[in-house]
């Protein structure tokens, strides 16, 4: 059974997960009672996942009182729980301590010349994890990457990472464990080889939220994708992308830096399902013309940057650009502005702390400055 494959491309605010919930709740609500596992929506954490299902709790679902909502990790989980595979899945923060103890080893045993010096030192561990793991997400395996000949590294450093993968990979086989890019393979193989009758007869998988996609993650959707009769995948584009053919995808995009990751994604998702079907959908305006211009001008070359229209002048007394020197002085630009509201009297209704929103992009580095 091949799926339909029905990619969704388009800026914010273009109604991508909106139209994408209408399908998925319409699907939840005709499955029948033993049918009910049969959807599956992929979101890209665990939070934007709790957000899936709360909406569809407001879009009244009474089908199922297990959505489907999933992340990748969820899934490959639930693909090896159901094929009985005896292996003991490890998180991030356990690999890199399994690559503290491949790395401290090979110091002892004298296999590390060109790395020995940076090896001691903490970032190197980071580092390390990070291009192994880059590399299992791209299914090179250790033997193959051993025998490549890096011109950017050069012989010896690449001869070392190649021990130290092999090492690590072996550490894991010695125990029975599997990191986070190994269950992504080992569920592809379960589902390739129809191990797993947990997944068989899907009638709908959408993977919504996405910026880009690893190549563990298209091919462990093309092997769900043989198993299920449409597949639909959203991703954020700029205002207009290009229908022809992959190649020209980053071509005609107005900011190609901003969307590389789409404009590769897309062409990998050629590459997987050759006869996908790419549906643009056009951006909604906000009230505001000089937001939208912002947004739609923002990360463009200079040079192309179009003139506002006269909406984005009249309305922009609206926006207030602040200039900052750093994170700390960015927050404290807006706390004083935020006072400032909610002190100064006004001559209508004055301004009341549930009248105000700060956004931010995201609160790892910032939570504590914004508490305080």
């Known amino acids: 059974m091949a799926a339909q494959v029905i990619v969704l491309v388009g800026p914010v605010r273009s109604g991508k997960t909106s139209e994408l919930l209408r399908t998925y709740h319409a699907a939840l609500e005709t499955a029948s009672a033993e049918r009910l596992g049969a959807a599956f929506w992929l979101a890209p954490n665990g939070r934007t996942a709790a957000t899936i299902r709360d909406q569809l709790v407001r879009m009244g679902l009474t089908a199922a009182l297990s959505p489907g909502v999933l992340t990748f990790a969820d899934l490959t989980r639930q693909i090896l729980n159901a094929t009985n595979i005896r292996l003991n899945p490890i998180d991030s923060a356990q690999s890199r301590d399994l690559f503290r103890r491949v790395v401290a080893k090979s110091l002892r045993d004298n296999k590390l010349s060109y790395f020995a010096e940076s090896a001691a030192r903490p970032g190197f561990i980071e580092l390390l994890a990070d291009h192994i793991s880059e590399l299992k997400r791209r299914d090179i395996r250790p033997d193959t990457y051993a025998s490549m000949i890096s011109r950017r590294l050069g012989e010896q450093p690449h001869q070392e990472l190649a021990h130290l993968y092999t090492e690590y990979e072996a550490l894991l086989a010695t125990h029975n464990l599997i990191d986070a890019e190994g269950s992504h393979m080992a569920a592809r193989e379960a589902l390739a080889q129809n191990t797993c009758r947990r997944f068989e007869n899907v009638e ?68 997987y399902f050759p006869d996908l079907e790419m549906r643009q959908l056009a951006c909604r305006p906000l ?61 209508t209704s004055p301004t009341r702390p549930g009248d105000v929103l700060v956004v931010f992009r995201s609160l790892t580095e910032v939570a504590p400055r914004v508490r305080e």
């Open 287 to 347: 009230p505001s013309p000089a937001i939208n211009y912002i947004a739609q001008q923002i990360f463009r070359n200079p040079t192309r940057v179009a003139a506002p229209t006269a909406d984005a002048l009249d309305s922009l007394s609206q926006v207030e650009i602040v200039e900052a020197a750093s994170a700390q002085d960015e927050i404290v630009q807006i706390a004083r502005r935020v006072k400032a509201l909610l002190t100064t009297p006004h001559s």
């Open 204 to 271: 709908l998988v959408v993977a919504d939220g996405f910026s880009d996609l690893t190549g563990s993650e298209i091919e462990l959707l093309q092997a769900l994708s043989r198993r299920s009769k449409q597949l639909l995948i959203s991703l954020p584009a700029d205002s207009s992308i290009a229908n022809d053919r992959p190649g020209r995808i980053s071509e005609v995009l107005h900011r190609p830096d901003l969307f590389a990751k789409t404009a590769a994604t897309l062409s990998e998702l050629h590459h």
